[in-house]
């Protein structure tokens, strides 16, 4: 199998895998809103759910599966599966001690850590207790977290994507799950929907160990604690560790920047983000998490050749999926909010104001995409400290683009300046990385952007008619609305598919034809 057929098949598992997780966590807020509505308990749930989720953001799915992939993947080519398999070993049992200690840290230390990042809770000693306890009882999900992002590493590694993507899944099953049968028979029933999400992390780390039996991985073998190769893994976590916390500063400022502006700002900006994250995760975070393997593997055995037609590939593919939904997402931006959030207290006016957030979001949807892309080629390389420095900029210039935009263009400027950013941040990656491997198959890139970009704007001009016939205006069902928007969704796949076989579109070809081979196979 060709690395650019095997990168196509691997998005499309994974790509398939997080909407699936997508639909369970949509799921799962709309139970959980359900269940506790808003107030005292979800307030604290929230609170102390964001804890170990910022831990696996920070540590586990973050830096560690970027730093420990290219590490093992170079060990795996030059040292063979005996050796890499070692390596993995070590890794998990040293990953195992430190994990456990910070656990029993954390849990000790809830009740200060609940002081720091929601001081307004000790006004009520009920909810600062409350989330205490929460926090104590999900505390040791990142101990669950980082091992599965170990094993998802290594199976990635080895050419397995299905595991490690559904893995979420499992998450947001077991939380729904314990809403309905765990809580209802807590004194407290906001604790069973925690002792949910403890068991969700056991069943993700539960879901990777037969495929890595499978592949002939078995931690009970005998190995070092600390394998040589360990000090390049820390090494190449600490630059993405800073990375990742870059980015919630980025968020912090942004969060803190709306708050400055009008009641609503910062809410309208949050359900738009929502929107954008969905094709992000779908399309742009699956392909990155598919090529990382391949270019890992390309510049471990030093065929750069290779490696940049696989980048070139990759980058193809994402403008090719990308593009024509950040045109879908702007055309259909409007009905896509009414229908997922008009309800109650979130009239026509909030849902106007939030499609106007989304427009300016939607804008940069091609340049977060293609940010994944080049980040992961970074990686690959074992170059973490790139774009950390890359992102840096970027931060600051977010900073200085929405302070600007905010004052002529409100909250709508916030969202355009994260667009300007990203798109900043591409350009300075490209560039980073031309000078580090030369040319990178820009031309056919190009090329292939334009027709991309041609055959989205003529679809979305089809889709924007076809909205208006069969998109009820005024007041709207919720059963029309849906319809109305399936019907023209579908109106512009036909279209842009169309158009694409006319013009014997490559990236079409590559992806019809590991349709046809998967379906061949089962």
């Not at 009920?126 to 980082?146: A, C, D, H, N, Q």
């Not at 499609?355 to 939607?362: E, F, K, P, Q, V």
């Not at 995409?369 to 210039?397: E, G, N």
Request: hydrophobic content about 55%; glycine content about 8%; proline content about 4%.
């Amino acid at each position: 199998m060709s690395e650019n057929t095997r990168v196509t098949k691997a998005a499309g598992v994974v790509g398939a895998s997080t909407l699936l997780s997508r639909i369970f966590g949509f799921i799962r807020d709309v139970v959980i809103a359900w269940f506790f509505g808003a107030g005292l308990s979800s307030d604290a749930f929230f609170v102390a759910f964001r804890i170990p989720n910022l831990l696996r953001r920070l540590f586990a799915e973050g830096s560690l599966s970027i730093a420990f992939l290219p590490v093992f993947t170079e060990c795996l080519t030059n040292q063979g599966k005996n050796e890499a398999f070692k390596l993995a070993r070590s890794a998990i049992r040293l990953l195992s001690a430190i994990l456990v200690i910070t656990v029993i840290i954390g849990i000790f230390l809830s009740p200060i850590i609940i002081r720091i990042i929601a001081p307004g809770f000790t006004v009520s000693p009920e909810k600062f207790s409350l989330t205490v306890t929460l926090t104590r009882i999900m505390f040791p999900y990142i101990f669950f977290i980082g091992l599965v992002a170990i094993c998802m590493s290594i199976l990635n590694a080895l050419g397995h994507f299905a595991a490690p993507a559904l893995a979420p899944v499992f998450l947001n099953f077991a939380m729904i799950c314990a809403v309905l049968f765990i809580s209802p028979h807590m004194a407290e029933p906001v604790t069973g929907l925690a002792i949910g999400v403890l068991i969700g992390g056991f069943l993700q780390l539960a879901l990777q160990l037969p495929f890595l039996m499978k592949k002939g991985f078995y931690f009970w073998e005998k190995t070092k604690t600390y394998h040589p190769m360990m000090k390049k893994v820390g090494l190449l976590m600490l630059p993405t560790v800073f990375g990742a916390a870059v980015y919630q500063i980025n968020i912090l400022i942004g969060t803190l920047l709306a708050s400055l502006l009008p009641e609503g700002s910062v809410s309208y900006l949050y359900y738009a983000d929502r929107l954008v994250q969905f094709p992000l995760g779908i399309f742009a975070i699956a392909t990155a998490t598919a090529v990382l393997p391949s270019l890992s593997r390309q510049a471990s055995a030093q065929d750069y050749d290779s490696l940049r037609d696989t980048f070139a590939y990759a980058m193809r593919l994402i403008f090719f999926i990308t593009i024509p939904s950040m045109v879908g997402l702007i055309v259909l931006r409007e009905p896509i909010v009414e229908l997922l959030f008009k309800r109650g207290a979130f009239d026509a006016e909030t849902t106007r104001l939030t499609a106007s957030a989304l427009l300016y979001y939607g804008i940069g949807l091609w340049a977060f995409s293609a940010v994944r892309i080049v980040v992961s080629t970074f990686y690959a390389l074992q170059d973490t400290k790139t774009p950390v420095r890359m992102a840096a900029i970027s931060v600051v210039a977010n900073i200085i683009f929405s302070i600007v935009l905010m004052q002529y263009m409100g909250y709508r400027g916030l969202a355009l300046a994260t667009s300007l950013a990203s798109m900043l941040n591409f350009w300075l990656l490209a560039r980073a990385l031309k000078v580090k491997l030369g040319l990178l198959g820009w031309k056919s890139i190009t090329e292939s952007a334009c027709k991309t970009i041609a055959g989205s704007f003529i679809m979305g001009v089809v889709v924007w008619a076809i909205a208006l016939l069969i998109i009820p205006s005024g007041d709207k069902t919720l059963i029309g609305l849906f319809f109305g928007l399936i019907g023209s969704i579908f109106a512009g796949l036909v279209f842009y598919g169309s158009f694409s076989f006319f013009i014997r579109s490559p990236e079409l070809e590559k992806v019809l034809s590991v349709v046809k081979k998967s379906r061949r196979i089962k």
